[in-house]
């Protein structure tokens, strides 16, 4: 099955230390404003999801949303999500490590595309 969104590495070792020391966390692809287009880590709860989100998936056993208006951009690519170093978001809980989650993407096939299209 093809995943929507998934992570490297680095980003699951680094959602495991904020699990750690934030509990259950969530991410929401940000559509831009104050803290540019980068997924933003949330311990679980503190952004309230809403009828206009669309669930991608789990990376590291977290959920994954992304605005419907973003998702119209985005519905024809995978999103890896990364990490690299540099202050991200500033609501986002993994900048006080010096980190920040990157959003990269991949075209997806047309056989994975029609794949995904029957799983919406």
Request: aromatic share 10%; hydrophobic share 30%.
């Given at each position: 099955?093809?995943?929507?969104?998934?992570?490297?590495?680095?980003?699951i070792?680094?959602?495991?230390?904020?699990k750690?020391e934030?509990?259950?966390l969530?991410?929401?692809?940000?559509?831009?404003c104050?803290?540019?287009s980068?997924?933003?880590?949330?311990?679980?709860?503190?952004?309230?999801?809403?009828?206009?989100?669309?669930?991608?998936?789990e990376i590291?056993?977290t959920p994954?949303?992304?605005?419907?208006?973003?998702?119209?951009y985005?519905?024809h690519?995978?999103?890896?999500?990364?990490v690299?170093d540099?202050?991200?978001?500033?609501?986002?809980?993994?900048?006080v490590?010096?980190?920040?989650?990157?959003?990269r993407?991949?075209?997806?096939?047309?056989?994975?595309?029609?794949?995904i299209?029957?799983?919406f």
């Amino acid at each position: 099955m093809v995943e929507r969104v998934t992570a490297t590495e680095e980003t699951i070792r680094l959602i495991n230390q904020l699990k750690e020391e934030h509990g259950e966390l969530m991410f929401h692809q940000s559509g831009g404003c104050c803290d540019g287009s980068s997924p933003m880590c949330y311990p679980k709860g503190d952004l309230l999801i809403g009828d206009q989100d669309v669930y991608l998936g789990e990376i590291g056993g977290t959920p994954f949303y992304i605005h419907k208006s973003q998702y119209e951009y985005w519905k024809h690519t995978q999103l890896i999500i990364d990490v690299v170093d540099g202050r991200g978001g500033m609501f986002s809980v993994e900048g006080v490590h010096g980190k920040r989650f990157l959003t990269r993407s991949r075209a997806f096939t047309d056989e994975e595309y029609q794949q995904i299209k029957s799983q919406f």
